[in-house]
């Protein structure tokens, strides 16, 4: 049967198209024309349409569409999502894999979300019913009338292999954003922080639930997926509140407000959420409200001095009063705070790093990256990137980065990407060389753009990390491994004319060939490199 290949990505559209739009019927029959040869004359046009005859009763003509795949046709008289498309796509699939798995795998993805829907059906269908005994949320009622009419309406939901975080998590934004949207500002907005928050405590609720669940991992992954979504989400909302008119008019539900995010971010208990980064970004808001900041200090002084105080709950305590010296711009005085910690996290301050960047504030922005690298080094690949970052866009400010680099270094092989692009755009190709050497990177695993701008910049500087190279891969005594010395020593000899070295490559592959004399199998790709006699 011919075959023909599409790119990678198109085949997995093509592959959602099956699933999302036709039924496992059809795609059995399209799979039976396939098995049986019934699907001829494959053939790509403009880059987008596949075009293929399928034998059925008659010869049906055809034409897949990459790119608008409603546009797809076929001549036979079964419309849209027939059989003979199915065939011309389990065709398309073969250079790719087995397409009788494809099938089981399109019917099983098929049944799951058949089974969700009908689930989800029933919940709604239940929540509807539940509807006529709750009154929907009002502009008028209070903060919690709102949160306790979400409770009703989601009364019951469970995560499971059918309920995923992800499904409810667009369930509430679809059902409960609507009630707000005729709302006045501010308490528009001040509504859609609620059903974010909302969301945030039935996450955290669900991660509490699961813990002994067989499916916690892929519950706790999901929860911490959804929570960085809805932490964003509040992070771009919180700027837009105005803070002022809910003060003044809507003093009552903000008060409830801020008092919501104080009892989930000052409890300490154990959660996937940075319930703290939320209660921090919204009392930078109210800079202008001193008396409001005074007596919120005044209260977290108060439960500090509590005895007895649980660390967890101690160092979230510590952190929110360091904050309002933040606020205040006196971040010597919030470090010092922040030293008593029991235990410090890198993102609880990436907050700080943000807000410096938007202010361009750099020297702020130093003393704080100075303060966390001890932090750092023990912290996630993500925080660890996200520091690196901040440490670009300052070092960009000073006149020496040698700072910087001593960082870098510090933190190898870590920060090893960070490094050697950094190393790349500041053309400082010696040391990019060595931080290869040193990591033992072979030059088949570089983009070959870094190796030609090395070679162009000095040819001579790549001699030592194709030599090592090439000794690396004798080493590992193995065919596959002799040839990619080659590879190498092809790459290396023309190094070596561009150089004017010819003499100098002569005895080099002299001594190579005698040193590893007794390795038959390397002698044998040497001589098909026609590097000795």
């Given at each position: 049967?011919?075959?023909?290949?599409?790119?990678?990505?198109?085949?997995n559209e093509?592959?959602?198209?099956l699933?999302?739009?036709?039924?496992?019927?059809r795609?059995e029959?399209?799979?039976a024309?396939?098995h049986?040869?019934q699907v001829?004359?494959?053939?790509?046009?403009?880059?987008?349409e596949?075009h293929?005859l399928?034998?059925?009763?008659?010869?049906?003509?055809?034409?897949?569409?990459?790119?608008q795949?409603g546009?797809?046709?076929c001549?036979?008289?079964?419309?849209?999502?027939?059989k003979?498309?199915?065939a011309?796509?389990f065709a398309?699939?073969?250079?790719?894999?087995?397409?009788e798995l494809?099938l089981?795998?399109?019917?099983q993805?098929?049944?799951?979300?058949?089974?969700?829907?009908?689930?989800?059906?029933a919940?709604?269908?239940?929540a509807?019913?539940?509807?006529d005994?709750f009154?929907?949320?009002?502009?008028d009622q209070?903060p919690?009338?709102?949160q306790?009419?979400?409770?009703?309406q989601?009364?019951?939901?469970?995560?499971?292999q059918?309920?995923?975080?992800?499904?409810f998590?667009?369930?509430?934004?679809e059902?409960l954003?609507?009630y707000?949207e005729?709302w006045?500002?501010?308490?528009?907005?001040?509504?859609?922080l609620h059903?974010?928050?909302?969301?945030?405590?039935?996450?955290?609720?669900?991660?509490?639930?699961?813990?002994?669940?067989?499916?916690?991992?892929?519950?706790?992954?999901?929860?911490?997926?959804v929570?960085?979504?809805?932490?964003?989400?509040?992070?771009?909302?919180?700027?837009?509140?105005?803070?002022?008119?809910l003060?003044?008019k809507a003093?009552?539900?903000?008060?409830?407000?801020?008092?919501?995010?104080?009892e989930?971010?000052?409890s300490g208990?154990?959660?996937?959420?940075?319930w703290?980064?939320?209660?921090?970004s919204?009392?930078?808001r109210?800079?202008?409200?001193p008396?409001?900041?005074?007596?919120?200090?005044?209260?977290l002084?108060r439960?500090?001095?509590?005895?007895?105080?649980m660390?967890?709950r101690?160092d979230?305590?510590?952190?929110?009063?360091?904050?309002?010296?933040?606020?205040?711009?006196?971040?010597?005085?919030?470090?010092q705070?922040?030293e008593?910690?029991?235990?410090r996290?890198?993102?609880?301050?990436?907050?700080?790093?943000?807000?410096?960047?938007?202010?361009?504030?750099?020297d702020?922005?130093?003393?704080?990256?100075?303060?966390?690298?001890?932090v750092?080094q023990?912290?996630?690949?993500?925080?660890?990137?996200?520091?690196?970052?901040?440490?670009m866009e300052a070092?960009?400010?000073?006149?020496?980065?040698?700072?910087?680099?001593?960082?870098m270094?510090a933190?190898?092989?870590?920060?090893?990407?960070?490094?050697?692009?950094?190393?790349?755009?500041?053309?400082?190709y010696?040391?990019?060389?060595?931080l290869q050497?040193?990591?033992?990177?072979?030059?088949?695993?570089?983009?070959?753009?870094d190796l030609?701008?090395?070679e162009?910049?000095?040819?001579?500087?790549?001699l030592p990390?194709?030599h090592?190279?090439?000794?690396r891969?004798i080493?590992?005594?193995n065919?596959?491994?002799?040839?990619?010395?080659?590879?190498?020593?092809?790459?290396?000899h023309?190094?070596?004319?561009?150089?004017?070295?010819s003499?100098d490559?002569?005895?080099?592959?002299?001594?190579l060939a005698?040193?590893?004399s007794?390795?038959?199998?390397?002698?044998?790709?040497?001589?098909?490199?026609?590097w000795i006699?």
């Amino acid at each position: 049967m011919l075959k023909l290949q599409i790119p990678k990505n198109r085949m997995n559209e093509l592959i959602g198209h099956l699933r999302d739009n036709f039924d496992p019927a059809r795609l059995e029959r399209g799979w039976a024309y396939y098995h049986k040869g019934q699907v001829a004359e494959l053939e790509l046009k403009d880059g987008v349409e596949v075009h293929a005859l399928v034998r059925g009763t008659k010869r049906y003509e055809v034409i897949l569409d990459l790119d608008q795949f409603g546009k797809s046709e076929c001549s036979c008289p079964d419309g849209d999502n027939c059989k003979h498309m199915a065939a011309v796509a389990f065709a398309l699939y073969a250079p790719f894999g087995r397409p009788e798995l494809l099938l089981q795998q399109l019917k099983q993805a098929i049944a799951v979300r058949s089974r969700q829907q009908a689930k989800q059906t029933a919940v709604s269908k239940a929540a509807e019913k539940r509807q006529d005994r709750f009154e929907p949320p009002a502009s008028d009622q209070a903060p919690a009338q709102w949160q306790k009419f979400f409770d009703q309406q989601f009364y019951g939901f469970s995560l499971g292999q059918q309920q995923s975080i992800e499904l409810f998590y667009s369930a509430v934004k679809e059902k409960l954003l609507p009630y707000g949207e005729g709302w006045e500002q501010p308490l528009r907005d001040l509504y859609t922080l609620h059903v974010l928050l909302f969301v945030m405590r039935k996450i955290e609720q669900f991660y509490q639930e699961t813990k002994t669940s067989y499916l916690s991992y892929y519950i706790e992954t999901g929860c911490r997926t959804v929570g960085r979504q809805c932490l964003e989400e509040l992070l771009r909302l919180v700027p837009r509140l105005d803070v002022a008119l809910l003060a003044e008019k809507a003093s009552a539900p903000w008060k409830e407000t801020l008092g919501l995010l104080a009892e989930a971010a000052l409890s300490g208990k154990e959660s996937p959420l940075s319930w703290s980064t939320v209660y921090r970004s919204v009392w930078w808001r109210m800079t202008t409200f001193p008396a409001w900041m005074a007596e919120e200090r005044a209260r977290l002084r108060r439960m500090l001095d509590a005895p007895d105080l649980m660390p967890r709950r101690r160092d979230a305590l510590l952190l929110a009063e360091a904050h309002f010296a933040v606020i205040e711009g006196d971040d010597d005085a919030a470090r010092q705070k922040l030293e008593g910690l029991s235990k410090r996290e890198a993102r609880d301050y990436f907050l700080y790093l943000h807000r410096c960047y938007e202010e361009e504030a750099w020297d702020r922005m130093l003393a704080w990256l100075r303060w966390l690298l001890p932090v750092v080094q023990r912290a996630q690949q993500e925080e660890l990137r996200q520091f690196c970052q901040y440490w670009m866009e300052a070092v960009q400010r000073q006149s020496d980065d040698g700072e910087w680099v001593s960082v870098m270094i510090a933190l190898l092989p870590r920060t090893y990407h960070f490094y050697t692009a950094y190393l790349m755009k500041a053309q400082r190709y010696k040391a990019w060389i060595d931080l290869q050497l040193s990591n033992r990177v072979s030059p088949l695993d570089l983009y070959s753009l870094d190796l030609q701008t090395v070679e162009k910049h000095d040819p001579s500087l790549m001699l030592p990390l194709f030599h090592q190279a090439v000794e690396r891969c004798i080493a590992e005594k193995n065919r596959t491994a002799y040839k990619n010395a080659v590879r190498l020593l092809k790459k290396l000899h023309t190094l070596y004319k561009k150089l004017n070295r010819s003499n100098d490559w002569d005895d080099f592959i002299y001594r190579l060939a005698m040193k590893y004399s007794r390795l038959r199998a390397l002698q044998e790709e040497l001589r098909k490199g026609k590097w000795i006699p």
